[in-house]
């Protein structure tokens, strides 16, 4: 049991779980101490998703998040990154540019920045993941509420809520399973359909807020570990309360810093006990170091 729990996921490892029914574990990390973490944790896939924007690097939306800040928090994250698969998210218009131009971006990100695969939000761009799987480099597509889309989605983060629109939802994960993708996460999806989708397909379900029926689950560390205290999400069980836990702890240390109380003897540098210093000496010393 040790060495499997060892043992490096990659894609098989992860399309070999579906039919055993053992479920996914995916949260996001964005840096090394997170990633460090996750990993720590055991989790079976560590994400860098675009929601890097709006947790960590205060960006209204997923929208501005650029290659480069991709690229940057990826490599963080591999530095840390032992057994987990590491996914990252294509930035808005990464994808959507020429088949030459999408290949080089995705590849990026698995030659400079140490990630195993890519996700794509939509459907729209079946050519795109056929190119990237073709070159070599694994997808996972991303359906229902996609952040990226959000100004021409339903109005409403839950997708799919009448029965065209839940025919339309599960061509578009059948046409990504086909185009090569390994895998699908499931946003915001009404819980029966994404039970029954997950089912259907032939590939995982990565469910967030989609309920219990899919392959495996992910959760935006920042919603997790309470990050943000007053942002309760549905969909987010808070494991932890680690923002106000965070704020408390830096109000205490500049109390004390205030109050003289910190840092004691104890947390200072040793050293020059025998020396007799005295501040004449001191004095002379810095006299003459300015000579
Ligand atoms: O960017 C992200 O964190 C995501 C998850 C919500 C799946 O896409």
Not at 44 to 62: E, H, K, P, R, W
Not at 70 to 78: D, F, I, P, S
Not at 90 to 116: K, W
């Amino acid at each position: 049991m040790a060495s499997e729990r060892a043992q490096k996921v990659d894609v098989d490892a992860l399309l070999g779980m579906k039919p055993r029914g053992d479920k996914i574990a995916m949260v996001t990390a964005y840096d090394y101490p997170t990633a460090r973490a996750a990993e720590a944790a055991g989790v079976d896939i560590i994400f860098v998703g675009d929601s890097l924007g709006n947790t960590i690097l205060g960006y209204a939306d997923s929208l501005s998040v650029t290659m480069d800040d991709m690229l940057h928090h990826t490599k963080a994250v591999a530095r840390a990154r032992a057994r987990a698969l590491l996914l990252v998210d294509m930035p808005f218009l990464s994808f959507q540019v020429s088949p030459e131009a999408t290949v080089r971006n995705g590849g990026r990100f698995l030659g400079e920045a140490g990630a195993d695969a890519v996700k794509l939000e939509g459907a729209k761009h079946l050519e795109a993941v056929e190119r990237l799987v073709s070159a070599g480099i694994p997808v996972v597509g991303h359906l229902g509420y996609t952040p990226q889309f959000t100004h021409v989605l339903a109005h409403g983060h839950v997708q799919a809520k009448t029965l065209p629109q839940a025919t339309q939802l599960c061509r578009d994960a059948q046409r990504l399973a086909e185009a090569g993708c390994f895998a699908v996460v499931l946003e915001y999806v009404p819980m029966r359909l994404a039970e029954l989708l997950t089912q259907a397909l032939p590939i995982p379900t990565i469910g967030i807020g989609s309920g219990p029926g899919c392959d495996g689950q992910v959760l935006v560390l920042a919603d997790l570990l309470g990050l943000e205290p007053e942002l309760h999400l549905k969909h987010a069980k808070r494991y932890a309360e680690v923002g106000a836990q965070m704020e408390e702890a830096i109000r205490c240390y500049a109390d004390e810093v205030r109050a003289g109380a910190f840092p004691a003897a104890e947390h200072a540098a040793a050293g020059l006990e025998d020396e007799e210093l005295t501040l004449e000496r001191v004095r002379e010393m810095a006299a003459g170091a300015a000579e």
